[in-house]
């Protein structure tokens, strides 16, 4: 490595260091990009108030949602047929 090399990366390190710092710790970039939990819902989730804010539902629990959907569905279905056939 040359010694340009080593002062260029010296002059730059603490610079992207601190702009890493910011974006990772900001709101805009959760305004910008919609990704992840904000700084404050992470200190929530730190202390315990959101439990799990940050993780997906498991395969299990979306075939439970799914289940309950279709259920409610066949259901409304069933009463708007009843409806039709008796001339509502």
Same mark, same amino acid.
Do not use: F, K
């Given at each position: 490595?040359?010694?340009?090399?080593?002062?260029? $990366?010296?002059?730059?390190?603490?610079?992207?260091?601190?702009?890493? #710092?910011?974006?990772?710790?900001?709101? =805009? *970039?959760? !305004?910008?990009?919609?990704?992840?939990?904000?700084?404050?819902?992470? $200190?929530?989730?730190?202390?315990?108030?959101?439990?799990?804010?940050? #993780?997906?539902?498991?395969?299990?629990? =979306? *075939?439970? !949602?799914?289940?309950?959907?279709?259920?409610?569905?066949?259901?409304?279905?069933?009463?708007?047929?009843?409806?039709?056939?008796?001339?509502?």
């Amino acid at each position: 490595m040359s010694r340009i090399g080593r002062r260029v $990366r010296a002059a730059v390190n603490p610079l992207s260091t601190t702009a890493t #710092r910011w974006w990772c710790h900001s709101a =805009m *970039r959760h !305004r910008l990009t919609g990704y992840g939990p904000t700084a404050a819902q992470r $200190r929530l989730i730190r202390h315990g108030v959101i439990r799990g804010g940050d #993780r997906a539902p498991s395969a299990g629990q =979306m *075939r439970s !949602r799914g289940a309950a959907i279709d259920v409610l569905l066949s259901e409304d279905d069933r009463e708007s047929g009843e409806v039709n056939r008796n001339g509502s």
